[in-house]
């Protein structure tokens, strides 16, 4: 259920935008004293900053050296050097190099098939009248309401026999009705009249899908997509409980080793001499780096899409 | 096309759901759920007999979904007011995008700095240490692991659940600040009269949700502290599913406690829908 409230903000982002220009002029009437403009500024300042300093601790602390982080005591806000060191070791094989490897794959493969499957189900759903759509929206439907809890569904995985596949992590979270209630609505904003003419001009139902209505939802394809991309980069449950075989653990397991559980990464580990190993926690701040820096490679193309996907939502009313 | 969509749902979440009837039965992986004995509701008397684990996960969840509600529920609406109130576009663009971040990490990531920041060996220990003070035991420390999740939990979501309330008020009606202000109305009297009541629909939206979602309370995020504070502090209802069910095998007590868990979520969701809409609310769905 939380799912569903944080999801519905693709439409709500759109009011946002459109909003600020029409609101401003107005404050002028009643306008807030210094001090409490003060205070605000403060308040939202330290926000940002609690926000913002743990990311540069971790950026510093990786590349600092040991020396630097001996006599810190091990987490620092700034470094003493530029060291690249740990960044290196930690990607040049073994370890966490595999399970990168494992995380991207299975974000990689599971966000498209996701895309995929929600999408021609939303679009099937979105034109009534096609055989069993009633039904069928249903089954959606009753899935929001209903969850089947954590042990039947560990079950259900077991007995199809996915434990410690890769097909674990993806077939059970495949499709979210949610997000097939998003897509559903939007596609079912297309004209009419689009579509028909696909029709007339020859097109089947697969073509004029692939064709016509997801080149026209590319912006809401985008969010949903980028949902269920975070949802598989993050995955950690699901791994835990589906994957005994840790050479098959995703980036999320292996950072709980070694970082919160603080296992000391071996030479062993990593396919690094002993002698060059970088200190400890330099190695620690590199690895959970590498794990955030996905998502902040996509998060600035993320708002993009939003606010795209939104203008496109609003003008179609 | 609906074929491959639809066949996901039915397999992993409509026979899941039916899979609950192992809660009725002496279950045993190697019969299977159609051999395993049936033994009707004796699996359930745990949530009768005062099995001292499962009421302290009761304890715990209830305890947790409280003070998340008080100390959770109004940071958003409280940021959302000010970052609102930012008259530079620009300025409040960013504000924005630095506090969403946090919702897209994974919890691993999130306790992970929480434990560089606060842990034994972490910044603000290092800090006290250099300044040959005594450091302060707060990861780890079971009396202040309430404290710790709900600081996580409005660490990582408080800035994103800013969104929805930011577009209730860019709703508002202009008119209506010109006209109160006209009317003599103090900031604090439109804030009262004016904003408050546009966001009502949202707050009671969301607060619905999180009725439904009370006995959820933050599983991963438990899983990942768990053994540095006890169960005692941290066992709540779904961990305790997890730890008895799928770690120590007791399957049909998990699933019955997990089954009552589910149809009471159900109810909360339902009745508090019913409760909006006597408030004349739409709440999240009316039928």
Redesign the interface.
């Known amino acids: 259920?939380?799912t569903?409230?944080?999801r519905?903000?693709p439409a709500?982002?759109?009011?946002?935008t459109?909003?600020?220009g029409?609101?401003?002029?107005?404050?002028r009437?009643?306008r807030?004293g210094v001090p409490?403009s003060l205070l605000?500024l403060v308040?939202?300042g330290f926000?940002?900053l609690?926000?913002?300093v743990?990311f540069l601790?971790?950026v510093s602390?990786s590349l600092s050296s040991k020396e630097h982080l001996d006599a810190?005591?091990?987490?620092v806000?700034w470094p003493d050097a530029v060291n690249l060191e740990a960044y290196r070791s930690v990607l040049s094989g073994g370890v966490v190099t595999r399970a990168l490897v494992v995380s991207v794959g299975v974000t990689v493969v599971g966000t498209l098939l996701s895309l995929l499957?929600?999408s021609?189900?939303a679009?099937?759903?979105s034109r009534p009248g096609s055989f069993?759509?009633r039904p069928?929206l249903l089954?959606?439907l009753l899935?929001l309401?209903?969850?089947?809890?954590?042990?039947?569904?560990?079950?259900?995985?077991r007995g199809?026999g996915l434990i410690d596949t890769f097909a674990a992590l993806v077939?059970?979270?495949?499709?979210s009705?949610f997000n097939?209630i998003v897509l559903r609505s939007f596609f079912m904003g297309i004209p009419a009249e689009v579509l028909e003419s696909a029709r007339v001009d020859g097109a089947g139902?697969?073509q004029t899908?692939t064709r016509i209505v997801a080149p026209l939802s590319k912006a809401v394809l985008a969010v949903v997509g980028l949902f269920y991309g975070?949802g598989y980069?993050?995955?950690?449950?699901g791994a835990?409980?589906y994957l005994n075989d840790q050479s098959r653990w995703p980036l999320?397991l292996v950072?709980?080793t070694y970082?919160?559980?603080n296992t000391q990464l071996s030479a062993g580990d990593l396919s690094a001499g002993a002698e060059s190993l970088p200190a400890q926690p330099a190695l620690?701040?590199a690895m959970?780096l590498v794990?955030?820096v996905p998502?902040l490679i996509v998060?600035p193309f993320l708002?993009r899409h939003f606010t795209k996907g939104v203008i496109t939502g609003a003008v179609k009313g | 096309m609906a074929v491959p969509g639809i066949t996901a749902l039915l397999l992993f979440h409509y026979l899941p759901l039916l899979g609950n009837v192992i809660a009725f039965e002496d279950y045993q992986p190697f019969l299977g759920i159609l051999g395993s004995e049936w033994v009707g509701l004796e699996k359930f008397s745990i949530l009768v007999n005062g099995d001292p684990a499962f009421v302290n996960a009761v304890k715990n969840t209830l305890v947790l979904t409280l003070v998340q509600v008080i100390f959770v529920f109004p940071a958003p609406i409280m940021l959302a007011l000010m970052i609102n109130s930012l008259l530079s576009d620009r300025l409040r663009r960013v504000v924005q995008n630095v506090l969403y971040l946090p919702h897209f990490l994974s919890w691993v990531v999130v306790v992970a700095i929480f434990q560089q920041l606060l842990g034994g060996s972490g910044l603000l220990n290092s800090f006290l240490r250099s300044r040959g003070a005594e450091t302060l035991d707060i990861i780890g420390n079971p009396d202040l692991f309430i404290g710790l999740l709900t600081s996580q939990v409005v660490w990582k979501d408080s800035g994103w659940a800013t969104i929805l309330f930011l577009a209730a008020l860019s709703q508002v009606d202009q008119s209506l600040y010109e006209a109160s202000a006209i009317d003599g109305a103090s900031r604090s009297r439109q804030l009262w009269h004016v904003t408050l009541p546009a966001l009502k629909g949202v707050i009671i939206l969301l607060l619905i949700l999180r009725l439904g979602d009370s006995l959820n309370v933050g599983f991963e995020q438990i899983i990942l502290q768990q053994k540095a504070v006890g169960s005692e502090a941290s066992e709540v209802i779904d961990t305790y599913v997890f730890n008895y069910g799928i770690l120590g095998s007791d399957w049909g007590t998990s699933a019955a406690v997990g089954l009552v868990k589910g149809v009471i979520a159900t109810i909360l969701v339902v009745g508090a829908n019913k409760v909006a809409h006597v408030f004349g609310e739409d709440g999240v769905y009316r039928s």
Request: glycine share 6%; net charge neutral.
């Open positions: 259920m939380t569903t409230a944080t519905v903000e709500a982002e759109t009011t946002n459109a909003g600020p029409r609101r401003r002029k107005s404050s009437l009643n807030p409490e605000k308040i939202l926000a940002v609690v926000v913002v743990p601790g971790i602390t810190e005591g091990g987490f806000l499957v929600t021609m189900l679009y099937a759903l069993g759509s069928a089954v959606v899935s309401l209903f969850s089947p809890g954590l042990l039947p569904v560990y079950l259900t995985v199809l077939l059970p979270v495949l499709v009705g097939v139902d697969w899908f975070v980069w993050n995955a950690f449950f835990l409980i999320t950072l709980r970082v919160l559980n620690q701040m959970l794990s955030i998502i998060y708002q």
